[in-house]
């Protein structure tokens, strides 16, 4: 199933963005107690994260398979280990950086980013 493409107009501006429906409600898988599952990025993004990988350099990208509501958590930092400063790396204080090493690398390359990164808590 490929993803879809939604739009939204906030503030006078179109929004386009593509999603693709889990578990046939487009809600982010819950467990047995009707939670929504905490995911990582060492064993969950199969569900939450699609790469579209391109040929073309800098034109890979992500695409959300799941929809969540504003300031909801979309994964937990888990395999990240620190870094110099690169295209890959994610700033994490005035002098530092982390690699992600998995595929949340092509996250927030737009310029309309919708992910919010908490590097005090490793999570997004």
Same mark, same amino acid.
């Given at each position: ?33 009707? /939670? ?6 060492? !064993?969950?993004?199969? %569900?939450r994260? &699609?790469?579209?990988? =391109? ?23 888990t ?11 994610? /700033?994490?204080?005035?002098?530092s950086?982390? !690699?992600?090493?998995? %595929?949340?690398? &092509?996250i927030?390359? =737009? ?14």
């Amino acid at each position: 199933m490929s993803p879809s493409v939604e739009s939204q107009t906030l503030n006078g501006q179109t929004q386009v963005s593509q999603t693709k429906p889990l578990n046939g409600n487009g809600n982010a898988p819950t467990n047995e107690k009707n /939670q929504v599952k905490i995911a990582t990025d060492a !064993e969950d993004l199969k %569900d939450r994260l &699609f790469v579209e990988r =391109s040929e073309k350099a800098f034109a890979s990208r992500s695409i959300s398979l799941i929809n969540l509501p504003p300031n909801s958590l979309f994964l937990k930092i888990t395999l990240a280990t620190p870094s110099t400063k690169a295209y890959t790396s994610v /700033q994490t204080g005035p002098d530092s950086h982390i !690699e992600l090493n998995s %595929d949340i690398v &092509f996250i927030n390359h =737009s310029c309309q980013p919708s992910l919010v990164f908490d590097m005090d808590k490793m999570e997004f």
